[in-house]
């Protein structure tokens, strides 16, 4: 039998004793850090969560889920109902809840699904909104920490981790999907440089730090001018919101919303509509066996639907908020594919 002579002990001593004490030291940073989390309140959940656990407690025989599309209106249409006040009007007899934030993207949705399956939804229908420009580096990419931080919540819902967010997220230890701010630029102005040259965007140069912004020409071709590779995550995670409402026995309609391509058309020509139509293709491929077999599960593509007149104007900026007749015509068409749903 060997032992350790007194010279290999004091060898592993010092190491020892360091490893010991750095991992004290991590422990009681931590805990403070913790401690001033909770105190100062930066473990409250954020107030998106607090929409999901009024819908969670409402029980609605009707879910959308969806970005500020649903719930947009103009400054000047204050007596026009928005498409998700339109959805519960039609309907007065059932309970419709509305998941709607601005920018809400199609991973965040199927995490507020679970969220929301977790804590007793069960919807008859869900409608979903499928936002082109959402899958645009514009949007998709773009440094955004409230994205990441409601996903973080949604998936770990505990203050304790919750108050580790912040040192997670500077130490790299989550796998962030937006980019460094300078690194997002950077993108913005490869694709710039890499657009037809037919398109006149070779003088067009993405914001960065000097405060230099978009045009809106080049904002319109970075936001619907790129197309959407078929790998993309949020295709992936459209399929995985609607494998799980599907399999919770949730009837499912997704509905792509309407694009200004009268508008693209007018500024680059029909190279710029053939990519917006491409990208319409990509989406509906991605689920295009669940529809062939699912009877519960519906599309609606009207991302040619309105014409440039029917969007409302932010000052030139690309965006898919229609106007009163706009979101009107819009429910006219989505209405009877919800109506069978909940026949069903």
């Given at each position: ?8 002990s004091s060898e592993w001593a010092v190491p020892l004793r360091i490893g010991v ?86 991973d965040m949705m199927e995490a507020s699904w679970r969220y929301l399956r977790a ?157 917006i139509d491409g990208n319409r293709e990509v989406v509906k491929r991605a689920i ?57």
């Amino acid at each position: 039998m060997k032992f350790l002579s007194s010279t290999s002990s004091s060898e592993w001593a010092v190491p020892l004793r360091i490893g010991v004490r750095l991992a004290v030291l991590v422990g009681l940073v931590t805990g403070l850090w913790i401690a001033f989390a909770l105190t100062m309140g930066l473990a409250e959940p954020e107030p998106f969560l607090g929409v999901l656990d009024g819908a969670a407690e409402a029980r609605p025989d009707l879910l959308l889920m969806g970005d500020s599309t649903l719930f947009w209106r103009g400054p000047d249409e204050k007596d026009s109902l928005s498409l998700e006040d339109a959805v519960a009007a039609a309907y007065p007899a059932l309970k419709v809840s509305s998941i709607s934030e601005a920018a809400l993207t199609l991973d965040m949705m199927e995490a507020s699904w679970r969220y929301l399956r977790a804590r007793g939804a069960a919807p008859r229908v869900a409608v979903v909104v499928v936002n082109l420009r959402s899958f645009s580096p514009t949007w998709y990419e773009r440094p955004d920490s409230y994205t990441e931080k409601v996903l973080h919540q949604l998936t770990w819902d505990s203050r304790m981790v919750r108050a580790l967010y912040r040192p997670l997220v500077e130490f790299d230890v989550l796998n962030k999907k937006a980019l460094k701010i300078d690194e997002y630029y950077r993108m913005l102005r490869r694709h710039l440089h890499a657009a037809p040259a037919g398109f006149g965007l070779d003088g067009e140069s993405a914001s960065d730090a000097t405060g230099q912004k978009l045009s809106a020409r080049a904002s319109y071709y970075l936001c619907y001018g790129l197309p959407i590779p078929e790998e993309h995550p949020l295709l992936r995670a459209m399929g995985g919101l609607v494998n799980e409402l599907r399999a919770d026995g949730v009837r499912v309609v997704l509905y792509i919303t309407p694009v200004d391509r009268e508008r693209g058309g007018a500024e680059f020509g029909e190279g710029i509509v053939s990519v917006i139509d491409g990208n319409r293709e990509v989406v509906k491929r991605a689920i295009a066996a669940a529809l062939a077999k699912d009877q519960g599960l519906g599309l609606l593509d009207r991302a040619d639907t309105a014409p440039t007149e029917g969007f409302l104007d932010h000052g030139g900026a690309p965006n898919e908020h229609l106007t009163a007749a706009g979101r009107e015509r819009l429910w006219a068409d989505l209405k009877p594919v919800v109506d069978r749903l909940l026949a069903e």
